[in-house]
């Protein structure tokens, strides 16, 4: 009798291989998840720095043209510019607007402090406490996604009208 040997893989020989190959994909799924979440993660981040930044340049560039200080308290910042419009920069909520329009959304902090030529700190509460700012410094806090950017920096001005 001539018996061919039939080549076949047995039950337990199947159910180890797809043991092993669950264990991959398992594993895997994980690294795809991981990288997926650090994206979104670095994303928010990068939203929430961008729109920090461009608010300081906007309050840096709108400051240049100031020629008259109106109101200068912890959240809010008004002043005349060269064209005789009055600006206001006012945390609202938590938005951070110019004339109420919206710059910045998601903050959780913005602060306005004040200071004069030699650095001392000021609380401008009449016009020439107002006149006497040289310095204007910011802190900026936005929260997207539960990632924060926090962004301190200084408006520097020598007199009315001119930026440092």
Same mark, same amino acid.
């Given at each position: 009798?001539?018996?061919?040997?039939?080549?076949? =893989?047995?039950?337990?020989? !199947?159910?180890?291989?797809?043991?092993?190959? &669950?264990?991959?994909? %398992?594993? #895997?799924?994980?690294?795809?998840?991981?990288?997926?979440?650090?994206?979104?993660?670095?994303?928010?981040?990068?939203?929430?720095?961008?729109?920090?930044?461009?608010?300081?340049?906007?309050?840096?560039?709108?400051?240049? =043209?100031?020629?008259?200080? !109106?109101?200068?308290?912890?959240?809010?910042? &008004?002043?005349?510019? %060269?064209? #005789?419009?009055?600006?206001?920069?006012?945390?609202?909520?938590?938005?951070?607007?110019?004339?109420?329009?919206?710059?910045?959304?998601?903050?959780?902090?913005?602060?306005?402090?004040?200071?004069?030529?030699?650095?001392?700190?000021?609380?401008?509460?009449?016009?020439?406490?107002?006149?006497?700012?040289?310095?204007?410094?910011?802190?900026?806090?936005?929260?997207?996604?539960?990632?924060?950017?926090?962004?301190?920096?200084?408006?520097?001005?020598?007199?009315?009208?001119?930026?440092?």
């Amino acid at each position: 009798m001539n018996h061919k040997r039939q080549s076949a =893989s047995s039950l337990i020989e !199947t159910i180890v291989v797809i043991a092993i190959l &669950s264990v991959i994909a %398992v594993i #895997g799924i994980g690294y795809i998840a991981d990288t997926a979440r650090l994206y979104s993660t670095v994303l928010a981040e990068e939203s929430a720095d961008s729109d920090a930044l461009d608010t300081f340049r906007r309050m840096r560039n709108e400051v240049r =043209s100031l020629q008259m200080c !109106t109101n200068a308290d912890s959240g809010t910042f &008004s002043f005349v510019n %060269v064209g #005789g419009v009055t600006n206001t920069f006012r945390l609202d909520g938590n938005l951070v607007t110019l004339n109420g329009y919206v710059m910045a959304r998601d903050v959780t902090a913005f602060a306005l402090s004040y200071y004069n030529s030699t650095n001392g700190v000021l609380t401008p509460t009449n016009d020439a406490g107002r006149q006497r700012i040289r310095r204007v410094g910011i802190r900026l806090t936005i929260n997207r996604n539960g990632q924060p950017s926090d962004w301190n920096g200084n408006i520097f001005y020598a007199s009315a009208g001119t930026l440092r």
